[in-house]
């Protein structure tokens, strides 16, 4: 028992004399910091004073030149990306003219598409950034879901009204592999690209930001960096269930938390597929949170998953890994929080789930006399409340047209991972005592773990029933056998848009007439769905459509209030048409 314990001693102090190496005098002062205003629109339009004008027209290339040049930016240039100019005309250069997902480049008037995200570039140095993005449209409705880096949710289907403009503010890191003040850098996963940083957005050498949404309607970015010690960061570590996926219909609650707090805390998510708590240590992600990490920060240790396995990490090493991270954060002035691994949809015993890893962080948790948030727990009592609606169980539907079928009970959909970040914001940091919430931006929110619906679920815009968050690129474009939107309709004219790929559905919609024409290529089982502008369900209608078949009758479309809507169409769960209508 004795060597046991010298030998865990041993292995702490050569954990904490490497990382004290590493990371002596790492307060890296940058004398130059970046600042830019971007106004997008036309190209030929005034431009405000101080602006950048960009245009559709400006692509950030993926030559490796390009991403060698601090200031150089552009649109990405991805398959698939629409992008239009809408020109109100008028004497206010900031706001007459924007730039949203469409194609308008023989259409008038413009036609916009759902869910057709766009995304803007520039390159940077790594560090903190406040980003405020201007918004809104003269003449119509802007509805904009905004997403930083690799899917950081930003802003939530954001509504504007006709000649309302927004701007919103954000905080962003940017970061690079390397580490500061050495000659080494993290060990990224190149599996199936997902961290190489030619294609990877978390670690290339831009600050990306993702338009998407029902309507988008942005008018200018600007892009300022702040010293290194602004504000506080929150440092995640942890593996799969709390890494920034790159590829939809897979999410973790790390990458929905920055929603939840204002810009006075920036998120540093180094979480990475498949790691336990040691391999996280061996890939020196704790040693690049070190370099970037201040007094006053705070550090999150979420893993278990893959140390309960096989082969993982005992639980006597598991322990001492714990005590690494927390002292690596009293080193630097910065406050240890621990979260307990999230529960597998199986689990209803919190002491037994996870191998008893999860009780396990608990009791050393208390031991080390470090605040813990119990997310294990929480995630079995809402599984009780909505089974399976939390997890990755994805078929053929509308919102993740080609993915196949899968039943993942160990990781979560955006709803899911939505939902578990909002529940460590608003009552796990509360029943913690962490003290970072007094920068959520609604401090006195709470969230019941064992009564997560709203019973009001028609109107909750966070209930699985109303639930939309617009899907990025890799989902709705970059599969072969992906369909876009059909027919748009904009106020009274219908028109056609490019068939991608597979078939197309047209639709136009007489809403005062309460009818529905269509064009559909294949007989079987269609499902019609009518949402706001703003994403919310708001009815269904189930029918048996055929190529024969041209209009249907719908009573009830009659009876919307007047305004703006969308619907949708499914044919046999995946051959699908979309179109906005309006209500008159």
């Known amino acids: 028992m004795r060597k046991l314990k010298n030998a865990r001693r041993w292995l702490r102090a050569a954990m904490l004399l490497a990382l004290s190496s590493l990371f002596a005098g790492t307060a890296f002062a940058q004398t130059t910091l970046v600042h830019y205003k971007f106004k997008f629109g036309a190209a030929t339009n005034p431009t405000p004073a101080g602006y950048l004008r960009v245009s559709p027209a400006n692509l950030y290339t993926k030559a490796y030149a390009a991403d060698t040049v601090v200031g150089y930016y552009g649109f990405q240039n991805w398959q698939h990306n629409r992008l239009g100019v809408v020109d109100r005309g008028g004497s206010d250069t900031l706001h007459r003219d924007f730039i949203s997902n469409f194609d308008s480049a023989d259409i008038t008037p413009a036609v916009f598409y759902h869910n057709s995200p766009f995304y803007f570039s520039v390159n940077v140095p ?5 980003v405020k993005v201007t918004m809104g449209d003269p003449a119509d409705t802007a509805v904009t879901t905004i997403k930083g880096e690799t899917r950081r949710l930003l802003l939530k289907d954001f509504v504007t009204a006709p000649g309302q403009y927004v701007t919103k503010t954000f905080s962003l890191i940017r970061r690079d592999p390397a580490i500061k003040g050495t000659t080494k850098s993290v060990g990224l996963d190149f599996t199936n690209g997902r961290e190489n940083p030619i294609i990877c957005l978390n670690w290339d050498r831009k600050l990306t930001l993702e338009f998407n949404g029902r309507r988008p309607c942005i008018s200018a970015v600007e892009v300022t960096q702040v010293p290194d010690t602004t504000g506080t960061t929150i440092h995640l570590c942890g593996n799969s269930t709390l890494v920034e996926w790159e590829n939809e219909p897979w999410t973790a609650w790390g990458t929905m938390l920055p929603a939840f707090f204002d810009t006075n805390v920036f998120t540093n998510d180094l979480a990475s597929s498949g790691l336990t708590s040691s391999s996280f240590l061996a890939q020196l992600r704790l040693a690049k949170i070190c370099s970037m990490m ?4 705070y ?9 309960s396995k096989t082969g993982g990490v005992s639980t006597t090493q598991f322990a001492a890994n714990m005590a690494i991270y ?7 002035g910065a406050n240890m929080v621990y979260v307990t691994p999230t529960a597998r949809l199986a689990d209803t015993d919190s002491s037994t789930s996870i191998g008893g890893y999860a009780q396990l962080v608990r009791t050393t948790a208390a031991s080390l006399n470090t605040p813990f948030i119990d997310l294990n727990a929480a995630v079995i009592h809402i599984n009780a409340a909505i089974p399976t609606q939390l997890y990755c169980w994805v078929t053929a539907d509308s919102l993740y047209p080609d993915q196949p079928p899968t039943q993942d009970s160990t990781h979560f959909i955006d709803f899911g991972a939505y939902t578990l970040a909002k529940w460590v914001a608003y009552q796990g940091m509360r029943n913690a005592g962490i003290p970072v919430r007094v920068h959520l931006y609604d401090t006195a929110a709470v969230f019941n773990a064992s009564q997560p619906l709203n019973p009001a679920a028609t109107t909750d815009p966070d209930t699985f029933a109303t639930w939309h968050l617009a899907c990025g690129i890799d989902t ?15 106020g009274t004219k219908a028109v056609a848009a490019p068939v991608i790929a597979g078939g197309e559905n047209p639709i136009t919609v007489n809403a005062e007439a309460g009818s529905v024409a269509f064009t559909v290529t294949e007989s079987g089982g269609a499902k019609f769905i009518v949402y706001s502008i703003d994403g919310r369900k708001i009815m269904q209608m189930t029918a048996v459509a055929a190529p024969s078949q041209k209009t249907m009758k719908w009573e009830a479309l009659c009876h ?24 008159r």
């Open 126 to 130: 790594e560090g903190k950034y406040r």
């Open 294 to 297: 201040n007094k006053g920060d």
């Open 299 to 307: 550090l999150i240790f979420e893993f278990g998953h893959n140390d």
């Open 326 to 332: 927390r002292d690596s954060a009293l080193a630097h």
């Open 476 to 490: 709705v474009y970059r599969h072969p056998s992906s369909t876009v939107l059909a027919t748009i309709v904009t």
């Open 560 to 583: 919307l209030p007047q305004g703006t809507y969308f619907l949708e169409m499914e044919i046999n769960g995946r051959s699908r048409g979309k179109v906005e209508f309006q209500r």
